[in-house]
C-alpha cells in the first residue's frame, strides 16, 4: 500500500527556514517524480519544486533559489529545504508521486492531476 507522510510543518517568523520531510511507504522513489505543491488558504494547489528518479530537480518560478527539494533513495523520504520565508509562503504542503515514465522523467507541467500519489499535508504558517 502506498503512503507518503509528510512532516515537518511549523510556524515561523519572516526570514526563517524549515525542512520538510516526507517518508514513502510502498513505492521505489527512485523510479517515480516526486514533487512538493503547496495550497495556501483560498487558493488553488500549486507545483513549487520536482526531482526525477535520478535526481534532477526543477523548480517553479516563484520559488527558485528559496526552496531547494532533495531526496534520499536508501531511506525513501523526499525532502523540501525552504530558506527566507515570507507570509505568502503560509500554506499546506503536500508531497506527490507519479511513475515516471518514460523513464527519468517528470511531468513538464505543475497540473495536480498528473500526480498519482498524495500525503496528507503539512501545515507551513509563516508571521511577520
Known amino acids: 500500500q502506498v503512503q507518503l507522510v509528510e512532516s515537518g510543518g511549523d510556524s515561523v517568523q519572516t526570514g526563517g527556514s524549515l525542512k520538510l520531510s516526507c517518508a514513502v511507504y510502498?513505492?521505489?522513489?527512485?523510479?517515480?517524480?516526486m514533487a512538493w505543491f503547496r495550497q495556501a488558504p483560498g487558493k488553488e494547489r500549486e507545483g513549487l519544486v520536482r526531482?526525477?528518479?535520478?535526481?534532477?530537480?526543477t523548480s517553479a518560478d516563484s520559488v527558485k533559489g528559496h526552496f531547494a527539494i532533495s531526496k534520499d533513495n536508501a531511506n525513501n523520504i523526499l525532502y523540501l529545504q525552504m530558506n527566507s520565508l515570507q507570509p505568502e509562503d503560509t500554506g499546506m504542503y503536500y508531497c506527490?508521486?507519479?511513475?515516471?515514465?518514460?523513464?527519468?522523467?517528470?511531468?513538464?507541467?505543475?497540473?495536480?492531476?498528473?500526480?498519482?500519489?498524495w500525503g496528507q499535508g503539512t501545515q507551513v504558517t509563516v508571521s511577520s
Open positions: 526531482i526525477d528518479n535520478i535526481g534532477r530537480a
Open positions: 506527490a508521486a507519479v511513475y515516471s515514465r518514460p523513464p527519468n522523467s517528470c511531468p513538464a507541467d505543475w497540473y495536480v492531476s498528473s500526480y498519482r500519489y
Open positions: 510502498g513505492l521505489p522513489s527512485d523510479w517515480f517524480c
